[in-house]
């Protein structure tokens, strides 16, 4: 049984009963004799694996047929750079509403031209623009959003109108907390250790008409390549993707994305209540876009914001430090943090408030 809740924002807490299992499925994999770390990934029992876990992530996403899954390396700071090495052409527009936008545009101008659409900097990444806020090109070749940003606890309530342009999101901290219509994306990328499994594994969501083969690119780095091979140009990681498919099962037996949405959002709603309703603890983030998965708060005190941290910890209540580059406290709520630990920490808010 758990000791505490850790709130860390990733590598994040997985499901208890996705451990459980595993861990009666590590030494003897359902009869096989070997654990799924020892197996060959080019054997027929991993392969049933592999195939299982694509299925059931297209079939709980409502992947339509004309994208197609990728397991890679490398997490999603490795698709900063994937995305504009295999998708830019002329020039790509990127939208900076935090620090990992902001990284995957850097990483994207050293391959090519690329243009900043918005900077939400300016108001020190407390909201997201609307759409008429957006300097697009309308002939660029994709544009580029993040869609949770873990940091500043903001999110996009929206998906943007970009004409006709690829969309492409890096949606690593907020896949699978709710429904996502994947028709509108050109590419979805997310590393996997915040809702879907342990570090070490991205899944890219890739709209098949967009993986265009280039052979100035090392193969590994091409997404036809990839998809040619099926991910397995080299070793997957194999145990991440295992884990994965245990996370997909554990959804789905949950209710699927609706359920999560409505759990999340309940989740949610009772750490902002507690803000909305304090004098001591601040939310910057404006509330047209707050964070279902990251509530960020503080108390504008320093030291004060230390000893909330030091006495959460304390009591079980674990990783609740902020980013070191905006500090404050910020409590992730991913999918697998279940309501109790939500509840007592709200209640601990409250206590650390009357006390303060």
């Given at each position: 049984m758990r000791t505490v809740y850790n709130f860390s924002a990733g590598p994040a807490m997985m499901p208890e009963p996705v451990l459980t299992r595993a861990a009666e499925e590590m030494l003897d994999y359902r009869g096989t004799g070997m654990s799924v770390m020892e197996m060959s990934h080019r054997s027929k029992q991993y392969d049933a694996i592999f195939q299982s876990v694509k299925a059931s992530l297209r079939?709980?996403?409502?992947?339509?047929?004309?994208?197609?899954?990728?397991?890679?390396?490398?997490?999603?700071?490795?698709?900063?750079?994937?995305?504009?090495?295999?998708?830019?052409?002329?020039?790509?527009?990127?939208?900076?509403?935090?620090?990992?936008?902001?990284?995957?545009?850097?990483?994207?101008?050293?391959?090519?031209?690329?243009?900043?659409?918005?900077?939400?900097?300016?108001?020190?990444?407390?909201?997201?623009?609307?759409?008429?806020?957006?300097?697009?090109?309308?002939?660029?070749?994709?544009?580029?959003?993040?869609t949770n940003n873990t940091i500043f606890g903001t999110t996009w309530n929206y998906v943007p109108q970009t004409g006709g342009v690829p969309l492409v999101t890096d949606m690593s901290s907020s896949i699978l907390s709710e429904p996502v219509d994947v028709s509108k994306y050109g590419l979805i990328y997310a590393g996997a250790?915040?809702?879907?499994?342990?570090?070490?594994?991205?899944?890219?969501?890739?709209?098949?008409?967009?993986?265009?083969?280039?052979?100035?690119?090392?193969?590994?780095?091409?997404?036809?390549?990839?998809?040619?091979?099926?991910?397995?140009?080299?070793?997957?990681?194999?145990?991440?993707?295992?884990?994965?498919?245990l996370v997909l099962d554990w959804v789905r037996d949950m209710g699927g994305l609706e359920h999560m949405k409505r759990y999340n959002t309940q989740k949610a709603a009772l750490l902002y209540d507690v803000l909305d309703a304090s004098s001591l603890f601040k939310?910057?983030?404006?509330?047209?876009?707050?964070?279902?998965?990251?509530?960020?708060?503080?108390?504008?005190?320093?030291?004060?914001?230390?000893?909330?941290?030091?006495?959460?910890?304390?009591?079980?209540?674990?990783?609740?430090?902020?980013h070191r580059s905006v500090g404050g406290m910020r409590a992730s709520i991913y999918n697998a943090m279940p309501m109790e630990g939500?509840?007592?920490?709200?209640?601990?808010?409250?206590d650390f408030e009357r006390k303060a």
């Open positions: 079939e709980i996403m409502g992947i339509p047929q004309t994208h197609q899954i990728l397991f890679i390396q490398g997490g999603a700071t490795l698709q900063f750079s994937m995305v504009a090495m295999n998708l830019l052409k002329t020039s790509a527009d990127y939208v900076i509403t935090g620090e990992f936008s902001g990284k995957a545009a850097k990483e994207a101008a050293r391959l090519g031209k690329t243009r900043i659409a918005a900077d939400m900097a300016s108001c020190g990444h407390t909201r997201i623009p609307s759409q008429s806020e957006l300097d697009l090109d309308p002939s660029a070749d994709y544009v580029h959003i993040c250790q915040k809702n879907m499994g342990p570090a070490g594994l991205a899944v890219v969501i890739l709209r098949e008409d967009l993986a265009v083969p280039n052979p100035a690119l090392p193969g590994y780095l091409s997404y036809a390549a990839q998809l040619k091979g099926d991910s397995m140009i080299n070793t997957p990681p194999t145990y991440g993707i295992y884990l994965l498919g939310s910057g983030v404006d509330k047209s876009c707050r964070s279902m998965m990251n509530v960020v708060f503080s108390t504008g005190d320093a030291e004060l914001d230390d000893k909330f941290v030091k006495e959460a910890a304390a009591s079980g209540f674990v990783t609740l430090k902020g939500v509840e007592k920490l709200a209640q601990f808010m409250r």
